[in-house]
């Protein structure tokens, strides 16, 4: 068998292994129920975005990752340590934030104790 026969078999493999655009649509594939490409990678820039976000904030304000003093003020009361009860309302302050890729740290962190002020009626001293 010659090299250009290898190949173009090769290539007749891996077209053939490709969905074809009928199949494939924005949302998802039409035989299942999974999500498109394009909203997975949105999820995941959102929880990396997120993640970052809770890290800073709770490196800059000084509060303590294994604490539960936030996970009923700032989670749902399933979250297991103030880590996840900061992620938690960072996600949510992100998804219901209308300039998603506008939203700087001071933004955020200065909502943050807005809410912390808000729900504890504590002040805060810097």
Not at 14 to 25: E, F, G, K, N, V
Not at 61 to 79: A, D, Y
Request: net charge positive.
């Amino acid at each position: 068998m010659k090299t250009s026969d290898v190949r173009s078999t090769v290539h007749f493999v891996r077209a053939a292994a490709l969905p074809s655009s009928t199949r494939l649509s924005r949302l998802g594939c039409s035989k299942c129920s999974c999500k498109s490409l394009e909203a997975q990678l949105a999820q995941r820039q959102l929880r990396r975005r997120a993640g970052n976000l809770a890290i800073t904030l709770m490196t800059v304000l000084h509060i303590e990752p294994t604490g539960r003093l936030l996970v009923s003020v700032c989670g749902t009361g399933k979250e297991t340590d103030n880590a996840e009860a900061v992620l938690h309302w960072i996600c949510q302050y992100i998804k219901s934030s209308t300039n998603i890729g506008e939203n700087s740290f001071h933004e955020v962190k200065n909502a943050f104790l807005r809410f912390l002020i808000s729900a504890t009626g504590q002040e805060y001293v810097e």
